[in-house]
């Protein structure tokens, strides 16, 4: 198979040529911009473009495949050259799916969890010892990549609801066709491809009619909106098995799972990975697991990358980091901290990155979600609102969207970092949730100073 990627530089793009490349097939590709780590690992693998740029002469009559990143656009000279010699063009999810046609497809969709959920099936299936290929959108530990194409019997993706390409509008997750569906819940995020919450629902009403026939839908029945969503789209010709949180218990700061009378101590705790990891437990029932074995398997489950990670810890401070920035996310991350840690002081420091985030309009969408925290700071730069050529954020307006009394709204990352040093971090949690950096700022140096002393 010869296979050429249009804009291969992408997080999730070069990961594809990698797994394709280590399959024998024969990859090419451009970009116009290459950044680490795709750089450095499509380098070691011989894939690394000779010259930065769109080059149509490598667009030529006898490639298989021509895959499109979603970082190209309309009037790129590849993709012309690519539509003039009639050749055929996929998406990322539609090439993936070209691939995985004689295998049971996994696909965990939702809008929130999706990564976590994903990691937890991979994490299971890898330690019961079974052969699956994966699509999952972060780094997990004990996988060297975060695409993986083979020819195993089994493949788990994450069904990102976001447009597959610039000339293909729909969603990701459409293009899948999974036998074993997963739909973690349904909040509202992404305004600027969404417009509307009606809209956003209707992707997900389209996704149930993609599962295939025989098919299971695994869904979260403590999502009144998906709840009502599965009702309103019942099919004759699949099965469901709702789930909820599962049995549990929390003693000194550790959470046990029990399932089916089978117990094990977690690694992650809150409820919205206990929510996570019931539905992982379904799927892998389906592929064949007992319960012992997958009990024992998530025991030393540490999360994905940026999900709820542990920065530093000592005696009296424990900081996490977590990727939230949905008001949902906010949310779920902050009443799973303060759950496991009721005693603690819990500072929750929130960095506004996305366009939705720091959209004026999309503020009362936040409203209660910092409620359970002790501290709060909400956090931006201007640096981001100009990057995405958005209006100023009035702080006021911030203030009023959360709702929550005492809480400072700032866009200055040295008073974000007088702010942090100035709290007591005596028996505390210290909560920093962003999909940004806030504007530069060391918070990674700033954990380990604050845990390396006797508070």
């Known amino acids: 198979m010869k296979v050429h990627f249009i804009a291969i530089g992408g997080s999730v793009m070069h990961q594809l040529a990698l797994a394709l490349h280590k399959k024998g097939y024969q990859v090419t590709g451009s970009d116009d911009e290459i950044f680490e780590p795709a750089q450095s690992n499509l380098q070691k693998e011989g894939l690394l473009p000779a010259a930065i740029g769109w080059h149509p002469e490598k667009i030529t009559a006898d490639l298989d495949a021509v895959i499109l990143g979603m970082h190209a656009k309309q009037d790129n000279p590849e993709l012309q050259k690519a539509r003039e010699l009639n050749l055929k063009i996929y998406s990322f999810p539609e090439y993936i799916y070209q691939e995985s046609q004689d295998k049971t497809r996994v696909v965990v969709g939702g809008s929130h969890g999706k990564t976590t959920t994903t990691s937890m099936i991979m994490h299971a299936l890898r330690k019961a010892g079974k052969d699956f290929d994966y699509l999952v959108g972060a780094r997990l530990e004990g996988f060297d990549q975060s695409v993986q194409v083979t020819h195993a019997p089994i493949i788990v993706c994450e069904g990102d609801e976001y447009p597959a390409s610039v000339i293909e509008k729909r969603p990701k997750f459409h293009f899948l066709f999974p036998h074993i569906a997963i739909l973690t819940g ?94 992982a437990w379904y799927v892998c029932r389906e592929l064949g697991m007992d319960a012992a074995t997958f009990i024992k398997a998530v025991s030393s489950f540490t999360g994905a990358a940026k999900r709820l990670e542990l920065l530093a810890r000592n005696e009296h401070t424990i900081v996490y980091r977590d990727f939230a920035h949905a008001p949902s996310k906010v949310k779920a991350t902050i009443e799973a901290v303060k759950q496991q840690f009721p005693n603690r002081t819990l500072i929750a420091v929130l960095e506004l990155h996305t366009y939705s985030s720091l959209n004026e309009q999309f503020m009362n969408e936040y409203r209660g979600a910092m409620d359970r925290a002790d501290k709060t700071v909400v956090f931006y730069s201007k640096h981001a609102l100009e990057l995405k050529r958005m209006p100023e954020l009035p702080a006021e307006k911030v203030q009023a969207g959360f709702g929550k009394p005492g809480l400072q709204v700032m866009n200055d990352k040295g008073a974000l970092m007088q702010w942090l040093q100035q709290q007591s971090y005596k028996n505390a949690c210290l909560l920093l949730m962003s999909s940004g950096n806030y504007d530069g700022a060391d918070i990674l140096t700033f954990a380990k100073d604050i845990t390396a002393i006797d508070n």
């Open 186 to 279: 349904i909040a509202w995020d992404h305004i600027n491809v969404f417009p509307t919450f009606d809209f956003y629902l209707e992707q997900f009403s389209i996704f149930l009619q993609k599962i295939e026939p025989g098919g299971l839908l695994i869904y979260n029945e403590t999502d009144e909106v998906l709840k009502k969503l599965v009702m309103a789209n019942k099919r004759p010709d699949i099965r469901y098995q709702p789930y909820q949180v599962p049995p549990h218990t929390i003693t000194n700061g550790k959470t046990t799972l029990t399932i089916e009378n089978q117990s094990g101590e977690l690694q992650v705790f809150g409820n919205h990975n206990l929510l996570n990891l019931h539905a």
